[in-house]
Nanobody
Framework: QVQLEESGGGLVQPGGSLSVSCAVS????????MGWYRQAPGKQRELAAS???????QIEDAVKGRFTISIDVAKRTVYMQMNNLNPEDTAVYYCHADGWLPDNAYLELWGQGTLVTVSS
C-alpha cells in the first residue's frame, strides 16, 4: 500500500513562515509530480504549487515569490517553504502525488491534510 505522510503546518502570525513536507510511504511508486493543494474555509480546493520529478513547476499566482516548492525524488519527499504568510493563506493544505505502481498502473494519491492558520 502506498500513501502520503504529511508534516508541518500550524499557527503563525502574519508575516511569518512555515514549512510543510510530504513523503510517499509504503510500496514502490514512481513519481511523476508532487505538490500541495489548499482549501480555505468555504472555498474550493485549489493548487498552491506543484513540481515534477524533473523539476517543472506550477505555482499559483497568489503565492508566487512567497512559497518555494522542492522535491527529493530519491527520498520521495516534497517540501514547501511558505514565507510572508498572510491571513488569506489560512487553509487546509493537502499533499498530492501523481505516479505509477511497478505494474505501470497510474495511481493518484492525496494526503489527509494539514491545517495552516495565519492569525495574530
Amino acid at each position: 500500500q502506498v500513501q502520503l505522510e504529511e508534516s508541518g503546518g500550524g499557527l503563525v502570525q502574519p508575516g511569518g513562515s512555515l514549512s510543510v513536507s510530504c513523503a510517499v510511504s509504503g510500496s514502490a511508486y514512481r513519481i511523476y509530480e508532487m505538490g500541495w493543494y489548499r482549501q480555505a474555509p468555504g472555498k474550493q480546493r485549489e493548487l498552491a504549487a506543484s513540481i515534477s520529478g524533473g523539476g517543472q513547476l506550477q505555482i499559483e499566482d497568489a503565492v508566487k515569490g512567497r512559497f518555494t516548492i522542492s522535491i527529493d525524488v530519491a527520498k520521495r519527499t516534497v517540501y514547501m517553504q511558505m514565507n510572508n504568510l498572510n491571513p488569506e493563506d489560512t487553509a487546509v493544505y493537502y499533499c498530492h502525488a501523481d505516479g505509477w505502481l511497478p505494474d505501470n498502473a497510474y495511481l493518484e494519491l492525496w494526503g489527509q491534510g494539514t491545517l495552516v492558520t495565519v492569525s495574530s
